[in-house]
């Protein structure tokens, strides 16, 4: 499979303040020399423990941090500092937390269609409200939802505008970033079906961010297990689940089949 994002021994050193037990500051290596492959309408999972740098690399990804050290490449371009327009709007990301990824004061309307003023090259032509339906529709939001404002939605609905507002700006990857952690499972499994069906329509290649095993199963074609800054395991679905190879990787099946373990109970009481 083709390469569409390719990572190669990226790093991502942080500063710690100083204090007065650490009067000249320190380091922290958030990302510790990562390699990671995206191909053409391939789903990769990246997953391990919080703080183990998933989000550092997403945020390296859509240009949000820069890296110490490493290359990022993207359909054989090289991932500067400042990226050109083209390369911007291809690369888009949805976030874990709609309160904060999406403008509490504009309407659905004006969230859709935000970005077009920036990427003209991709804006309609024609009525920008047909346009801003027809993205809606897609994501499975009606008219009615047009001139509301995101408290007045659900936590799924919101996350159906930030993917309607992803797609007005025709990406050939998405970086969800624990795009369904904060739903209902049941709400869950509609995104997560959404997002394949998107994939397929639109032939985008996904790089899926999330601690929850239980979820990488429904979505990923590959799974990228991070632990402190490493990847320490690359497998296709299948194999992460059914033969993992990792102790790291193991530790993790068994945390999220714990948990299974436990809903049951929780539900009964
Ligand atoms: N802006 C920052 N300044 C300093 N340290 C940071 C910054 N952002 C992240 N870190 C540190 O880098 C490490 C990796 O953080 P990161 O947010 O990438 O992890 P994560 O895997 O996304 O975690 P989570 O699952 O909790 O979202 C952590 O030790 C974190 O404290
Ligand atoms: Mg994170």
Redesign the pocket.
Known sequence: MSGLLQVSDLR?T???PRRPWRPRGGR?E??AGVDLAVGQRETVALV????????????CVVGL?RPTAGAITFDGVPLEAQRPPTLRRSIQMVF?DPRTSLNPRMTVRRIVAEGWTVHTAVAPSGDRTAAVLSLLDQVGLDATVLDRRPDELSGGQCQRVSLARALALRPRLLVC??AVSALDVSVQAQVLRLLADLRERHELSILF?T?DLGVVRQIADRVAV?RR?EIVETAGVDRIFDAPGHAYTRELLDAALDIEVADPAEVER
């Open positions: 991502v942080y500063g710690k922290v958030a990302v391990g423990e919080s703080g183990s740098g998933k989000t550092t690399v997403a945020r941090a874990q970033d624990e961010i601690h991070m800054g």
